[in-house]
Nanobody, 124 residues
Framework: QVQLVESGGGLVQAGGSLRLSCAAS????????MGWFRQAPGKGREFVAA????????EYADSVKGRFTISRDNSKNTVWLQMKSLKPDDTADYFC?????????????????WGQGTQVTVSS
């Protein structure tokens, strides 16, 4: 069982930056693909970014490409989502998730473990 705890959310003005963190409890964390998803008010959960176990491969949703960066440090059991040039449309609850290594990174159902989420609000 992997427990994931997100932090770093908050209120920011459009154009600003935030860095989300996700700490994993499981020492085998390095064997998991890690992803970030988000859910805006009244909408379904959507893929944001993901990173393979070694950190050598990343994928991003088109809506965040060039603005968000996902990274991980397996020695710290932590994955981050650096968000820059934030827009009001980025307002959502952001969730960290863990999945087995060889999956389609963008598919929500592939992820077995989920954090509780952290709220990000971008004001215009």
């Amino acid at each position: 069982q992997v427990q994931l705890v997100e932090s770093g959310g908050g209120l920011v003005q459009a154009g600003g930056s935030l860095r989300l963190s996700c700490a994993a409890s499981e020492r085998t964390y390095r064997t998991y693909t890690m992803g970030w998803f988000r859910q805006a008010p009244g909408k379904g959960r959507e893929f944001v970014a993901a990173i393979r176990t070694s950190g050598g491969h990343t994928e991003y949703a088109d809506s965040v490409k060039g603005r968000f960066t996902i990274s991980r440090d397996n020695s710290k059991n932590t994955v981050w989502l650096q968000m820059k040039s934030l827009k009001p449309d980025d307002t959502a609850d952001y969730f960290c998730a863990a999945a087995p290594p060889y999956i389609d990174l963008r598919l929500e159902y592939e992820y077995h473990y989920w954090g509780q989420g952290t709220q990000v609000t971008v004001s215009s």
